[in-house]
C-alpha cells in the first residue's frame, strides 16, 4: 500500500513529519516499508531570480546569469538552453551537496569566468521530469526561500498492510489509525449524497438467486454528459506516485477511490451496455476479455457482472474490455458492489488475476461503503468531466454485520499485560470507530462496519493497545520454578548423545533436504512406497526421501568434484515410509568416502570399506542406548541387507529379529545411477527401534567386582573354512567357559597355499578373569580343551599345528 | 692385619676407580665381593680365628665391605648414566613432524543452534517438544485458525502430497506451529513448551529454501500476558545474542493463530553494510508472536476465558545466521565440507546457560 503524503493530509489535519507519521504508523501496526523523500537532502537548494542573461565572453553555449537571492547579488554561469532574464529558479551555492552527483559544489570560474553557484535542473536534483534545461519555477515563487516549500515534492509512504487490516487499503483508514493515536485530527468525509437529476434508465438485476450472497449489494448510477479527458495534474501525479497509470479521468477516479478509501469501483460505458444490469453466475464455457488484455474462460463457480447481453466483467476483480470506457465516451453507469471474500480469492486464484480489487474484496471491503463509495465517485465524476447523475439504482442491501463484544477493560491488563484507564481505553475505541457502551467491568462495544477482523474481546485488547503502543507494555520476566526441570525427553536425550557422539568420530554433521529426484529415491525404497509431492519445487526435488544415503552421498560427490574426495558425513533426520502424519521413522545416516585420511608419512592412509561403516554403526547404536554385546551380524542380501549395498560387503547388525543399523559398501550399481565415485561406504541406524532402557530405580551402577586375581591370556589359532564367519568363532570361543572367559580378541586372519584350498586361519586372544583363586595349570588345561571342542563343534575348526 | 686390610682397601678402591666401563667394574665387584672374591675369602678366615681377634677383625672386614660396596654402587651409577647419555643422544626424532591425521567432526549450526535454544528456554521451564513433518489440514490451518479458504493459507507458498485413499491431502507442515495444537490436545496447562523442527515452504531464492528450521515456543495457563511474552523473549535475545541490554521493539502485526499478534525487533547497526546486534539504534526484525488466538484454544478444547498464554516462533537460519555471521541461507543445505568445518562446532562445545553458551 503506497501513498503520498499531501494525500494523506486530504484526510488527516496534521502538522506531523514524515519521520514522525512512519514512526507512528509502525508502531500501529502499518510496518513502513519504505518512504521516498524527494524533498530530503534539497534543504539548501533556494529560490532566485534572474535578473539579467547575456552571452558568456568566452564560449558561445553558456550564459553569464546575475542572479539574486534577496540578500545577495550573484554572478553564475549556465549552460541552459532556458536561462534567461526574469526566470525564477533553484540556485545551488557553493557548499551544497548535488544529489544527481553526490558532489560538494565549489566556487569556480568557466570559461575565465568566475561562478557563485549553480542553477539546477529536475535532474540534478534526482526529481523525475524533463531535465532538458534548468527548473522554471512559478513566477510567484518567493525568492529565497528553500525550494522545498515551492517545489511539489510529495513524500511517498510505502506501508506492508497485514492481511487483517483491509481498513488500511484505504488513505482514509491510514489517517483514522494516525489520528487514533494522537498524531492529527481526521477530517470529516465528504460523502454528501449528489442529488439525481433523472431515472436511471438502467436497473439493477440480481440474477444470482441462491447464490445471493455471493454479491448482496449492487449499487448503480447513469451519469450523462461527461467528457472524458486526460486527468487533471494531481490527480495523475498522485496516481503516478503510488505506482498507477494515469488513463482517462473516469478511469483515473476509480483507480483513485481504490486507494483513498479502498473501496473498488468499475465505471461502463453506458452506450455499450445492453438493458439491466447486475451480478450472475458464468455460465459454462462464458468468456471475458478483461482489462488486462487477456481472455478469461469463467466457470459457475465465478460471479460475472452482466447485461442482458452478456458477461461484462469479472465481478470484484477486473472490468472487461468492451464495455470499458474510452476517451469518446460520453455517459458511464457506475458501479459500486459488494463481493463475497471467499469466492473473490478462490475466483482470483483459479484465474490467476492479481488486481487492486480482488486484494480488497478478498480481505473484505467495509460492507457500508457502497453508497457513499458510489456518490463520492459522482461528485469526483461531475467535477472533473461535467455531466448529470441519474438518481441511485440499488440491487440487494448491505448486509447488517453489526454485532456486539462484551468486554471487560480489564482484560487490557489479563491479557495485554498493560495497565490502563477505563478512559484511555473507551477513548482509544471510540476514536478508532468503535461504539462503547456499558460500565464497570461489563462493557458492550460495536466495532465499526470496516472493521470485519474485530471478532472477541481479544481483538479489543489488541486495538488498544496497539493505539496506546505495543513498546509501552512492560518486560516482565515469566515467572519459573526457583531449579529449572529437564528440557529433554529421554529419547531426545539420546538423540542429542548420539549426534555429538558420531561428531566425536570425525564425522561432519550436514543437513540435507528432506526431498529427493525420484529416480534416486526409487535406487533406496526397496519395499517402501513412492512419497511424491503434487507440486514440487523442482522436478529433482519430487520426492521424499527413504533414506538419507543418496542426499549424503550426492554431497560427497559434489565435494570430490571440488578435490575434497575425502568426506566423512552424517545427518540424523526423518526418512518417509508413507504419506501420513506420523510414517516417518529417525534415522542416523554416516557416509564415508576415499580414503580414511590424507597422504601422510606414517602410512596410515587406506581407503574405507565397510568395517568404517560398521564402526559407525556400532558407535551410534552404543550411543543410542544399544546392547552392543546382544547383538548379531548378518552379511550380505542373505542376511537381509538392503540392496544398495554392496552383496558381499554389507551387512545388518539385529537384536533378535530386529535390523536396527544396516552398514556396508555401497552397491557400485548404485554410485554409477547416482553418478558419483567411489568407494562410499555408509550405514543406517534406526534410532527408533532400539530399546530404550526401562526407567531406573535409582541412580546407583551395579557394584564393581574387581578380581584380585591375575587374569591369564592363551592364544589359539584354528584352521576354518573359508566362509565360516569371525563372529561365529568367537561367540564358539566366548560360550565355552562363560565363567573364566572375560575376553577375546581376533588378533590374526590369515589365508595361504599351506592350509589348502578354501581355508583359513584365525587366531584368538583369550583372556581367563579368574574369581576365587588362582588357575592351576590343569584349570587352565581344562579351559583350552573347552575352547577347541566348541570351535570344531560350531565351526568345523580345529587347532592350527 | 690392619695394615694388610688397609692395603686391601687402597687397592680395590684404586681398581674400582680405574675400571672404564660396567663390565670391568663388575670384574672389580666379583674380585672384591663375590663368591671368591678377597674380601669373601678373608671372611671364610673368619672361622678359624680366636673369638677377640674374629670380633675385632671382622668388624674391620665388614667396613671394608661396605666401603668396597657404596664405592662400587657410586662408580655404577656413574656408568648407569652415561650409558643413558650415550642412548639418549643415539635416540631423536623430529618432533616437528605433523602427527598423525586424526578427523574432526563437526556439528551442523542448525543442530548447534537448537540445544542453545532448549539450553535458554530450558531454564525458563520449557520443555522440548516435536511432531511429524507430514501435517493434515487441521494441525496445520484450519486448527490455527487459518479459515478455509483464507488468503493467508496462500501466503505459505504449502507443498501438497498427493490426494490420498482417505481423501485428505496431506502436505508438508509450513511452521511448526501444528505441534502446538498436537501439545495443547494431548497435555493439560500448564504448558510451556519449545518446539524446534524441519519446516517446508514453496519457495527457492536468495532468501528462502525449501526447507528450513523454526522453533516455535507455546505457553499456556490462566495467567500469562503480553508482559511476559515480551519479558520472555526479551530474557532469550539477551542470552542469545551475548548482549545483556540488548533492546527490543514490539510492533502489531497479523498471524491468524494470535490475537493481539506481535512481532520484535532488536537493535542493531547496518552501518558500511554490515550488520551488528546491539544498540546502536537501527531495528532488526527478529521472531513473530502473540497471545494464542481464542479460536485456537477452542480447537483444542481449552476455554479461551479460562485459559490463555503466548506462541512465538523464529527462524532457526536466520538467528544463527544472525548471531554467527553466516552470510547466506542457501549454504546450510549445501553440505560443503569447506562451509561444515568452518561453520561447524566442535563435538563437545553443548551449549548451557550455566556452563556457557558460546564458545
Not at chain 1, 445492453?274 to 487477456?294: H, I, Q, S, Y
Not at chain 1, 533414506?547 to 575434497?564: D, E, F, T, V, Y
Not at chain 2, 493467508?152 to 511452521?175: I, N, S, V
Request: glycine share 10%; with cysteine; aromatic share 6%.
Amino acid at each position: 500500500m503506497k501513498f503520498t503524503l499531501s494525500w494523506l493530509k486530504d484526510h488527516l489535519d496534521t502538522s506531523a513529519t514524515v519521520d514522525e507519521i512512519s514512526a507512528k504508523l509502525t508502531a500501529a501496526g502499518l510496518e513502513v516499508e519504505n518512504v521516498e523523500n524527494p524533498g530530503a537532502g534539497l534543504e539548501d537548494f533556494i529560490v532566485a531570480h534572474i535578473a539579467e542573461a547575456k552571452q558568456h565572453p568566452n564560449a558561445d553555449r553558456l550564459r553569464l546569469c546575475t542572479v539574486e537571492t534577496g540578500t545577495e547579488t550573484l554572478q553564475v554561469v549556465c549552460g541552459a538552453p532556458n536561462a534567461r532574464a526574469g526566470l525564477k529558479v533553484v540556485l545551488a551555492r557553493p557548499g551544497v551537496t548535488i544529489p544527481a552527483t553526490g558532489d560538494v559544489l565549489k566556487k569556480g570560474s568557466i570559461r575565465g569566468v568566475e561562478s557563485q553557484g549553480m542553477l539546477c535542473s529536475l535532474g540534478e536534483l534526482k526529481l523525475p521530469g524533463n531535465s532538458d534545461g534548468i527548473i522554471e519555477l512559478p513566477t510567484d515563487a518567493p525568492v529565497g526561500v528553500p525550494v522545498t516549500q515551492v517545489l511539489a515534492l510529495d513524500p511517498v509512504i510505502e506501508i506492508n498492510l497485514t492481511p487483517n487490516r483491509v481498513d488500511a487499503l484505504g488513505v482514509r483508514g491510514i489517517a483514522r489509525d494516525l489520528a487514533a493515536a494522537g498524531l492529527g485530527k481526521l477530517k470529516p468525509m465528504k460523502d454528501a449524497a449528489v442529488p439525481g437529476t433523472f431515472d436511471s434508465p438502467r436497473k439493477i438485476k440480481m440474477r444470482l438467486s441462491g447464490d445471493a450472497k455471493l454479491c448482496p449489494q449492487f449499487v448503480g448510477r447513469a451519469i450523462r454528459g461527461v467528457k472524458n479527458a486526460e486527468s487533471p495534474t494531481w490527480l495523475k501525479d498522485r496516481l503516478t506516485a503510488v505506482g498507477l497509470r494515469p488513463v482517462s479521468a473516469i478511469v483515473d477516479i476509480t483507480q483513485y477511490l481504490t486507494i483513498d478509501l479502498g473501496r473498488p469501483l468499475h465505471a461502463f460505458d453506458d452506450a455499450k451496455l445492453t438493458g439491466d444490469v447486475g451480478p450472475r453466475l458464468a455460465v459454462p464455457g462464458e468468456t471475458v476479455a478483461a482489462l488486462n488484455g487477456k481472455t478469461y474462460a469463467l466457470d459457475p463457480t465465478m460471479v460475472v457482472i452482466a447485461d442482458d447481453g452478456a458477461a461484462l466483467g469479472i465481478g470484484g476483480i477486473m472490468g472487461g474490455e468492451p464495455s470499458s470506457v474510452t476517451e469518446g465516451t460520453a455517459s458511464v453507469f457506475l458501479e459500486s458492489a459488494l463481493f463475497a471474500p471467499l469466492t473473490i480469492a478462490a475466483t482470483g486464484r483459479k484465474l490467476m488475476i492479481n488486481s487492486d480489487a480482488r486484494y480488497a474484496f478478498e480481505r473484505g471491503v467495509d460492507p457500508q461503503s457502497a453508497v457513499p463509495g458510489a456518490e463520492i465517485a459522482t461528485r469526483m465524476i461531475l467535477e472533473l468531466c461535467g455531466g448529470e447523475a441519474s438518481h441511485l439504482v440499488f440491487g440487494g442491501e448491505a448486509p447488517d454485520t453489526t454485532r456486539t463484544i462484551a468486554f471487560n477493560p480489564a482484560r487490557v491488563k489479563s491479557l495485554g499485560g498493560v495497565a490502563l484507564p477505563a478512559g484511555d481505553i473507551k477513548s482509544i475505541l471510540e476514536r478508532l470507530g468503535f461504539a462503547v457502551a456499558g460500565s464497570g467491568d461489563a462493557w458492550q462495544v460495536t466495532p465499526p462496519s470496516w472493521r470485519a477482523d474485530v471478532e472477541g474481546w481479544q481483538d479489543l485488547v489488541e486495538e488498544v493497545l496497539r493505539i496506546h503502543g505495543y513498546d509501552n507494555i512492560p518486560p516482565v520476566p515469566l515467572p519459573r520454578a526457583p531449579m529449572p526441570k529437564v528440557a529433554l525427553s529421554p529419547q531426545q536425550r539420546m538423540l542429542a548423545f548420539t549426534r555429538r557422539s558420531l561428531a566425536m568420530r570425525g564425522l561432519n554433521e550436514t543437513t540435507t533436504w528432506s526431498f529427493l529426484p525420484g529416480k534416486q529415491a526409487d535406487l533406496f525404497r526397496g519395499d517402501l512406497p513412492q512419497v511424491s509431492l503434487a507440486n514440487p519445487i523442482s522436478a529433482d526435488l519430487d520426492v521424499l526421501r527413504p533414506s538419507l544415503i543418496p542426499n549424503l552421498a550426492a554431497a560427497a560427490g559434489r565435494n570430490a568434484a571440488r578435490g575434497m574426495a575425502d568426506c566423512a558425513l552424517f545427518e540424523m533426520g526423518p526418512r518417509f515410509e508413507g504419506t501420513k502424519p506420523g510414517q516417518q521413522v529417525m534415522i542416523a545416516a554416516t557416509l564415508r568416502s576415499g580414503s580414511t585420511s590424507a597422504r601422510h608419512w606414517a602410512g596410515t592412509r587406506r581407503l574405507v570399506d565397510a568395517l568404517d561403516a560398521k564402526a559407525d554403526a556400532l558407535a551410534a547404536l552404543e550411543a543410542a542406548g544399544a546392547a552392543i554385546s546382544g547383538l548379531q551380524a548378518a552379511a550380505g542380501p542373505a542376511g537381509g541387507t538392503p540392496g544398495w549395498y554392496h552383496p558381499g560387503r554389507s551387512g545388518v547388525l539385529k537384536l533378535g529379529n530386529q535390523v536396527l543399523a544396516a552398514f556396508g559398501e555401497l552397491h557400485p550399481g548404485v554410485l554409477t545411477a547416482l553418478d558419483v565415485k567411489g568407494p562410499m561406504v555408509a550405514c543406517e541406524v534406526f534410532l527408533e527401534r532400539i530399546p530404550q532402557p526401562k526407567k531406573k530405580a535409582g541412580t546407583a551402577r551395579p557394584l564393581l567386582k574387581a578380581s584380585p586375581f591375575q587374569p591369564v591370556e592363551r592364544d589359539f589359532a584354528f584352521v576354518v573354512d573359508s566362509g565360516v564367519t569371525a563372529e561365529s568363532l568367537l561367540r564358539a570361543v566366548r560360550g565355552a567357559e562363560r565363567d573364566l572367559i572375560s575376553d577375546v580378541g581376533l588378533f590374526d586372519v590369515y589365508e595361504g597355499p599351506h592350509l589348502g584350498e578354501g581355508k583359513k586361519s584365525l587366531a584368538v586372544a583369550v583372556t581367563l578373569q579368574p574369581k576365587d583363586a588362582t588357575l592351576t595349570d590343569e584349570q587352565i588345561e581344562g579351559v583350552s580343551k573347552k575352547i577347541v571342542a566348541a570351535v570344531e563343534k560350531a565351526c568345523g575348526g580345529r587347532l592350527r599345528a | 692385619m690392619t695394615d694388610n686390610i688397609d692395603q686391601l682397601r687402597a687397592e680395590l678402591l684404586a681398581a674400582v676407580t680405574g675400571a672404564s666401563d660396567a663390565p670391568a667394574l663388575e670384574e672389580v665387584r666379583v674380585t672384591a665381593l663375590g663368591k671368591k672374591g678377597r674380601i669373601t675369602g678373608l671372611m671364610k678366615d673368619l672361622g678359624a680365628m680366636a673369638p677377640e681377634q674374629r670380633k675385632a677383625f671382622g668388624q674391620q672386614l665388614n667396613v671394608l665391605k661396605d666401603e668396597i660396596a657404596a664405592a662400587l654402587d657410586v662408580r655404577k651409577r656413574h656408568f648407569d648414566s652415561a650409558a643413558l647419555d650415550a642412548r639418549l643422544a643415539s635416540e631423536s626424532m623430529d618432533v616437528t613432524l605433523p602427527v598423525r591425521p586424526e578427523a574432526r567432526g563437526t556439528l551442523h549450526p542448525i543442530s548447534q543452534t537448537m540445544d542453545e535454544v532448549a539450553a535458554i528456554f530450558g531454564q525458563m521451564g520449557f520443555e522440548v517438544a516435536d511432531g511429524p513433518d507430514i501435517e493434515d489440514d487441521f494441525h496445520n490451518f484450519t486448527a490455527l485458525n487459518f479459515p478455509p479458504g483464507h488468503p493467508a493459507r496462500e501466503m505459505h507458498d504449502t507443498f501438497f502430497l498427493p490426494q490420498a485413499e482417505d481423501g485428505q491431502r496431506y502436505l508438508l507442515r509450513t511452521h511448526t506451529s501444528p505441534v502446538q495444537i498436537r501439545t495443547m490436545m494431548t497435555q493439560k496447562p500448564p504448558i510451556r513448551v519449545i518446539i524446534p523442527g524441519r519446516t517446508y515452504r514453496c519457495d527457492y531464492d536468495m532468501t528462502h529454501t525449501p526447507m528450513f528450521h523454526q522453533v516455535e515456543l507455546l505457553v499456556i495457563d490462566t495467567e500469562t500476558n503480553m508482559s511476559h511474552l515480551r519479558g520472555c523473549l526479551q530474557e532469550f535475545v539477551r542470552t542469545y545474542f551475548g548482549v545483556d541490554d540488548l533492546t527490543t521493539r514490539f510492533r502489531p502485526s497479523f498471524f491468524p493463530f494470535t490475537e493481539p499478534s506481535a512481532e520484535m525487533d532488536i537493535g542493531c547497526s547496518r552501518k558500511n553494510g554490515e550488520l551488528k546486534i546491539g544498540n546502536y539504534g537501527d531495528w532488526l526484525e527478529i521472531l513473530g508472536c502473540g497471545m494464542v488466538h481464542p479460536n485456537v484454544l477452542k480447537a483444542c478444547g481449552l476455554d479461551p476465558e479460562v485459559y490463555q498464554g503466548f506462541a512465538a516462533g523464529m527462524g532457526i537460519e536466520r538467528i544463527a545466521m544472525l548471531k554467527y555471521g553466516i552470510p547466506d541461507l542457501r549454504t546450510f543445505f549445501e553440505s560443503d565440507l569447506r562451509w561444515l568445518r568452518h561453520y561447524g562446532f566442535a563435538a563437545l562445545d553443548i551449549p548451557s546457560v550455566t556452563g556457557g553458551l558460546t564458545r
